[in-house]
Each structure stands twice: as structure tokens, then as C-alpha cells.
T-cell receptor, first 113, second 116 residues
């Protein structure tokens, strides 16, 4: 009964190329989405977010795209750098509810030099 | 300007013992959240507390688990009579307020609990 799904447990990309991490959700009431980045032995850190009233949000090398009809969002990193190697978690929030994010299982990104 | 502090970073317990995990939120933050990450899983919400109050404990197992956030001192997640299935990474996050919290939750480094 996972409401937020990250179906790719891992992704390997060459430095300088684009990394695309995908996330699907089942609850159409979610209206705010976040991406967190996590290095080993550290806690997650907030990366970028998007409200359901938008379909794109960009911050430097990171862009999040939201397709509400498909209940799908993606995180694009371009160009990818070795320091981007980490686990990326997608999370969704029901802002009319408790504001507690529901997390996906994460995608481990490895960027090769 | 210290971030969210958690200790211990690693905790080993034998089955049946008690585990106490501590979390000190960032300065000025009065909202604390506990999450658990089982192997190969995402972070699962457990409990949300404000000073001296439990606001939402919908994600916390009904038995053996309890949490508090006293007026003074850190937030404590307590697991009694631990079992092997409790082995996980436990993360604490804090925020200044709830409605702005969704992009302002700051996470600690986690406590990795191993039950032998």
C-alpha cells in the first residue's frame, strides 16, 4: 500500500550527463512534493520541492517536473557530478492534513567520473 | 549554529533490552519528528511532538514504543523489550513551525539500532 513509489532502486550515470530520477504516487490528494538527498551515515537534506499548482521548478542544476494527470514526478540533474552520488528520496505531502511527508524507498544514484 | 543532534549514533542491544534514542532539535525549533528506516525501505513517519505534547503518533507501533519531548532536554524515543525487527536507522527531524515545516524539516544524522 505504498503511496509514493520509486521503482528504480539504483541509477548509474556518467559525469556530465543528465540524471533522471522518477517517482510515482497514488493519492491524488497530495499537493506538495519534495526531493531529499541522503549521503551514507548522514540524515536526509532537503533538495527541491514543487507545489501541485506548478508543473516545473528549477534550482540550478536541479529541476523537478510534475505531471499530475499521470501522478508522476521526476528530478533532473544536469550536468551530473560525482558529488551528486547519493540516495534520493521522493516525498509527498497532503497540506490539508498533517503536513507529514510520505516517503518513497529511494533511488541510489551513482555518478561515474 | 548546531544542527539536529542525535545520540548515540550506533546502539547495540540484545533482545529484551530497552533502547533509548535521544534527539536535540535545532535551536529555536519546537517541533520534533521521528522516522524509522528499515533496510531497503524509505523513511516511515513514527511520531510528531511539540514541547510536552504528542501531536501525532499514528505511525508508532502501539506496544513497546513511546516518545516524549519534555520542557527541558532532548526528545526521547524509547523502545522496550527490543526485538530483531526493531533493527533500523532512526532519524529525528525538527522544524520551527508546522505549516512551514514541509520544506523546513532538518534531519539529524540518525541512530542505527542493531538488536542481537
Amino acid at each position: 500500500d505504498q503511496q509514493v513509489k520509486q521503482n528504480s532502486p539504483s541509477l548509474s550515470v556518467q559525469e556530465g550527463r543528465i540524471s533522471i530520477l522518477n517517482c510515482d504516487y497514488t493519492n491524488s490528494m497530495f499537493d506538495y512534493f519534495l526531493w531529499y538527498k541522503k549521503y551514507p551515515a548522514e540524515g536526509p537534506t532537503f533538495l527541491i520541492s514543487i507545489s501541485s499548482i506548478k508543473d516545473k521548478n528549477e534550482d540550478g542544476r536541479f529541476t523537478v517536473f510534475l505531471n499530475k494527470s499521470a501522478k508522476h514526478l521526476s528530478l533532473h540533474i544536469v550536468p551530473s557530478q560525482p558529488g551528486d552520488s547519493a540516495v534520493y528520496f521522493c516525498a509527498a505531502i497532503l497540506s490539508g492534513g498533517s503536513y507529514i511527508p510520505t516517503f518513497g524507498r529511494g533511488t541510489s544514484l551513482i555518478v561515474h567520473p | 549554529n548546531a544542527g539536529v543532534m542525535q545520540n548515540p549514533r550506533h546502539l547495540v542491544r540484545r533482545r529484551g533490552q530497552e533502547a533509548r534514542l535521544r534527539c536535540s532539535p535545532m535551536k529555536g525549533h519546537s517541533h520534533v519528528y521521528w522516522y524509522r528506516q528499515l533496510p531497503e525501505e524509505g523513511l516511515k513517519f513514527m511520531v510528531y511532538l511539540q514541547k510536552e505534547n504528542i501531536i501525532d503518533e499514528s505511525g508508532m507501533p502501539k506496544e513497546r514504543f513511546s516518545a516524549e519531548f519534555p520542557k527541558e532536554g532532548p526528545s526521547i524515543l524509547r523502545i522496550q523489550q527490543v526485538v530483531r525487527g526493531d533493527s533500523a536507522a532512526y532519524f529525528c527531524a525538527s522544524s520551527r513551525s508546522v505549516r512551514s515545516s514541509y520544506n523546513e524539516q532538518f534531519f539529524g544524522p540518525g541512530t542505527r539500532l542493531t538488536v542481537l
